[in-house]
């Protein structure tokens, strides 16, 4: 018996060394670009570490550089909610736009002070957040729709380039740092050489193969495939920042073990950027993988705060895109694309040519104005281009090249898919069709919209299941879902008996409503859900929105002349109508709407901030009932907020309330605030 505990002892220990050495190793080849071993000494001692591990399963950590691929084949990716949003960047393609970009900087913070930017290129992969607790990964997500992503930790620990565990201490309890999941040139080549002897299709172009490996849903295939990593920043962490700037802060993550591009620099001001921009351009075709322009963003992290963000970008970072690459090709004709807004996008049809190593025959001319700006007829000889590498549009006519037999391009006078009028808001280049509630086009985003949780709240009616409804041809506008019979959902695709019943009863619950949520759930264009509240307390009734002019809509708060119009021309379309009279027919109904004096309710004036889990009350739930009482709710928090109202796991916005003094209530303190007595 001594014997075996000291072997498992003995064991123990050189498990440790082993895990240590091939981290450590890790880090010289994926960081620090400086292998020390072969990589024949690196499976080596890889394979020991497996054998020893598998002797003594009860010694497997999660960190352990064997338990990177394992686990079994998901049936579907969970998703996850990131912590801190993941923004997407401006785009800027001249050298005018980096001076209006940097001009914004300047005249926000009022300084006319040179300001450093750290500069990077501006990887072609796919963006991922890593949440790591107590210095181990726990947890990996796609961007999505920069709230929630898809969760891939088991793909995500398949690279090497990514820590499992990561190095050094007193690392923040909980972190997310963001980085790009890449494939090199060299891996994607080999990749499609094998793709071809297999007899399988090969990728398009390094980011399709980058992104389809990490997608998978066996973690095995993933593994198989040459993917590298690079971090390029921080999302939230529990202990604050890092460190006073962003280029700081990488060099943290970077001796934490992450890698970092070796390309990263800090400039100054506008030169300073447009030099690194042309450097890293001349650079491009030796570089080993693919990017598509380079990235700039304010090196000191207090005035990227002052900055802040518009949207779902920040103010302090652009992405500078390189030139596209252009061909010459015949525009054979025109067609008119009805997108899910309803927007009219004039497509051209090309002789097929190849740009970039991509066969292109349709490519996009964005709208009349552009179509009459660059003089664009059908016959003409154009220039073609892959805008940002990725979305081919027209650049321009050869005017030399133009024969006798070319035809101008009519703007379309009612929608190609319904035949509803469409209508161009005065300096709007975009045509769009009007009739939301009935165009096939629209059909799938109508419907998605309508029944959302903001809307009608039909519970457990998502977004697949609404595309199933339109593929199968079973609903053509909102109204048909209340038509819906029992076996009409029962006879749908994984759709039990049980389940069936139950989107019956959901949409049976749905019917009792208030009038503004059933104006927003008609979407119509730039109703919102503030102004589809102001409509109904202004007008009370539907008929009396729907009978109303543009100026009886100027007078509703928050209603603007373009607002005005949308409504207008929404209601004048007939099938528009008849959809709603048939949803009122199918037994939609709300309570009437008695004025009140905001001014007299008892939180008016208030700004209130909503964060965390509540015990009992949905965040959207939470906010109806602040506003009813006349509240104000914003979605950040600022000297102005005067209550964050905060559940369970509050993150940086309690953080933030508490250094600004701003007053912490939960739900009871909400209840006890609205009934004092």
């Known amino acids: 018996?001594?014997?075996?505990?000291?072997?498992?002892?003995?064991?123990?220990?050189?498990?440790?060394?082993?895990?240590?050495?091939?981290?450590?190793?890790?880090?010289?080849?994926?960081?620090?670009?400086?292998?020390?071993?072969?990589?024949?000494?690196?499976?080596?001692?890889?394979?020991?570490?497996?054998?020893?591990?598998?002797?003594?399963?009860?010694?497997?950590?999660?960190?352990?550089?064997?338990?990177?691929?394992?686990?079994?084949?998901?049936?579907?990716?969970?998703?996850?909610?990131?912590?801190?949003?993941?923004?997407?960047?401006?785009?800027?393609?001249?050298?005018?736009?980096?001076?209006?970009?940097?001009?914004?900087?300047?005249?926000?913070?009022?300084?006319?002070?040179?300001?450093?930017?750290?500069?990077?290129?501006?990887?072609?992969?796919?963006?991922?957040?890593?949440?790591?607790?107590?210095?181990?990964?726990?947890?990996?997500?796609?961007?999505?729709?920069?709230?929630?992503?898809?969760?891939?930790?088991?793909?995500?620990?398949?690279?090497?380039?990514?820590?499992?565990?990561?190095?050094?201490?007193?690392?923040?309890?909980?972190?997310?740092?963001?980085?790009?999941?890449?494939?090199?040139?060299?891996?994607?080549?080999?990749?499609?050489?094998?793709?071809?002897?297999?007899?399988?299709?090969?990728?398009?172009?390094?980011?399709?193969?980058?992104?389809?490996?990490?997608?998978?849903?066996?973690?095995?295939?993933?593994?198989s495939r040459p993917l590298n990593f690079y971090t390029y920043g921080v999302g939230y962490s529990s202990s604050g920042q890092l460190a006073k700037t962003h280029y700081d802060t990488l060099m943290v993550l970077k001796d934490w073990g992450l890698p970092v591009s070796v390309w990263v620099e800090l400039v100054n001001d506008l030169e300073g950027c447009l030099q690194y921009h042309q450097a890293i351009l001349h650079q491009r075709d030796s570089l080993p993988f693919e990017i598509d322009g380079v990235v700039y963003k304010v090196n000191d992290l207090s005035l990227q705060e002052k900055l802040g963000f518009i949207a779902r970008a920040p103010r302090f970072a652009i992405a500078h895109k390189f030139p596209a690459q252009e061909e010459m090709t015949l525009l054979k004709s025109v067609d008119f694309q009805v997108g899910r807004t309803g927007a009219l996008t004039p497509v051209a049809r090309l002789e097929p040519v190849h740009v970039g190593g991509v066969m292109v025959s349709?490519?996009?001319?964005?709208?009349?104005?552009?179509?009459?700006?660059?003089?664009?007829?059908?016959?003409?000889?154009?220039?073609?281009?892959?805008?940002?590498?990725?979305?081919?549009?027209?650049?321009?006519?050869?005017?030399?090249?133009?024969?006798?037999?070319?035809?101008k391009i009519p703007a379309p006078k009612r929608c190609p898919v319904c035949d509803s009028e469409v209508f161009r808001d005065e300096g709007e280049a975009v045509i769009r069709c009007m009739g939301g509630l009935f165009c096939a086009a629209q059909r799938k985003e109508a419907l998605k919209h309508f029944v959302s949780r903001k809307a009608m709240d039909a519970e457990g009616l998502g977004d697949k299941l609404m595309e199933q409804l339109v593929d199968a041809n079973l609903v053509h506008d909102p109204a048909d879902l209340y038509q819906l019979s029992l076996s009409d959902w029962a006879n749908l695709e994984r759709m039990g008996e049980k389940s069936a019943h139950n989107k019956v009863e959901a949409l049976e619950k749905s019917k009792s409503t208030t009038l503004p949520r059933f104006l927003y759930a008609l979407g119509i264009r730039e109703v919102g859900e503030a102004t589809a509240r102001n409509l109904a307390q202004h007008f009370k009734t539907l008929d009396a929105v729907i009978s109303a002019t543009e100026e009886q809509l100027l007078e509703v708060n928050d209603v603007g002349p373009v607002v005005a119009t949308h409504v207008v021309h929404f209601f004048a379309q007939p099938h528009n109508r008849e959809v709603i009279q048939k949803l009122i027919k199918a037994g939609i109904h709300w309570p009437d709407i008695k004025s009140v004096d905001k001014a007299t309710l008892p939180l008016s004036g208030k700004t209130f901030v909503i964060t965390g889990t509540l015990p009992t009350l949905s965040r959207e739930e939470a906010k109806e009932l602040l506003e009813s009482y006349g509240a104000t709710v914003s979605g950040s928090v600022s000297k102005q907020t005067d209550y964050l109202l905060a559940g369970e796991k509050a993150g940086s916005k309690l953080d933030k309330a508490q250094s600004l003094g701003v007053q912490v209530i939960d739900e009871a303190g909400l209840k006890s605030l609205l009934h004092p007595n």
């Open 362 to 407: 349709n490519a996009t001319l964005h709208n009349m104005d552009e179509i009459e700006r660059k003089d664009v007829r059908i016959g003409d000889t154009v220039i073609i281009r892959r805008a940002g590498d990725v979305i081919p549009e027209v650049v321009s006519v050869v005017i030399s090249k133009r024969p006798d037999t070319v035809k």
């Open 1 to 223: 018996m001594t014997g075996l505990l000291r072997d498992a002892r003995n064991d123990e220990e050189r498990i440790n060394e082993l895990r240590d050495l091939l981290n450590q190793y890790n880090y010289q080849y994926y960081v620090l670009d400086e292998p020390t071993v072969p990589d024949a000494e690196y499976d080596r001692l890889f394979h020991e570490l497996k054998s020893l591990e598998q002797v003594n399963p009860k010694l497997i950590t999660p960190d352990s550089p064997t338990q990177r691929v394992g686990a079994a084949p998901l049936d579907k990716f969970q998703t996850s909610q990131h912590k801190e949003p993941m923004l997407s960047l401006d785009n800027a393609f001249t050298q005018e736009d980096v001076e209006a970009f940097i001009k914004r900087i300047h005249d926000r913070l009022h300084t006319n002070h040179s300001i450093e930017f750290a500069a990077e290129p501006k990887m072609d992969g796919l963006a991922i957040n890593l949440t790591y607790e107590h210095g181990l990964l726990t947890k990996a997500a796609t961007r999505g729709d920069g709230a929630t992503g898809e969760l891939i930790t088991q793909n995500i620990k398949t690279i090497r380039a990514i820590p499992l565990k990561l190095r050094g201490k007193n690392h923040p309890e909980l972190i997310e740092i963001r980085g790009e999941v890449f494939m090199p040139l060299k891996g994607f080549e080999a990749l499609n050489q094998t793709q071809e002897a297999q007899g399988l299709k090969a990728f398009a172009n390094p980011r399709n193969a980058a992104a389809g490996s990490v997608r998978q849903l066996d973690s095995a295939i993933t593994a």
